[in-house]
């Protein structure tokens, strides 16, 4: 069903499964990570619950991936389109550890040159079980204090749950 999961996604993904009466197994796999199964005959409800779950959660991609660290030189535009990704990287990873966030994007607009004000939209996807609505300033306010000259009017947050 799933393969290449480290343990601890492994456990969520069995637990979930176990907790909706979904028997799963789960194997250690020789190239390393860790493999689920369930039975084809509930595969379908499976795959809906893990989904709406937001399991397994997106990988992110790594910044020498992108930007490898053989280039001797880099451009100022490579340099800060770099720590941009960074940051966007660490406020997704952050955004994500809020109970009920499944998944969630950012993107960074940051203008160092001050003409233009430097900007954020962030995009929640939620759990149903769980209203994240109230929680808009928190979010705002979190984003506003990783990211350096960025002001809370200029920080845009998008909330879709799962359900609608």
Do not use: W
Request: glycine share 4%.
């Amino acid at each position: 069903m799933y393969s290449g999961l480290d343990e601890n996604e492994a456990n969520q993904m069995q637990a979930l499964l176990l907790s909706n009466n979904i028997n799963v197994s789960k194997e250690n796999e020789k190239a390393g990570g860790i493999s689920i199964n369930v039975d084809k005959n509930d595969f379908v409800k499976a795959i809906s619950i893990l989904n709406n779950h937001g399991l397994p959660r997106k990988k992110h991609v790594n910044i020498e991936a992108i930007f490898p660290p053989s280039q001797l030189v880099s451009s100022p535009t490579q340099e800060h389109a770099k720590i941009n990704y960074i940051k966007e990287q660490n406020v997704e990873r952050l955004l994500s550890k809020i109970p009920g966030v499944i998944d969630c994007s950012i993107v960074l607009n940051i203008n160092k040159e001050g003409d233009v004000p430097s900007s954020a939209s962030v995009l929640i996807i939620s759990s149903p079980e769980i209203n994240l609505a109230p929680t808009i300033n928190q979010i705002k306010s979190l984003v506003k204090n990783s990211i350096d000259d960025l002001k809370m009017e200029n920080i845009s947050v998008v909330i879709k749950n799962t359900a609608g």
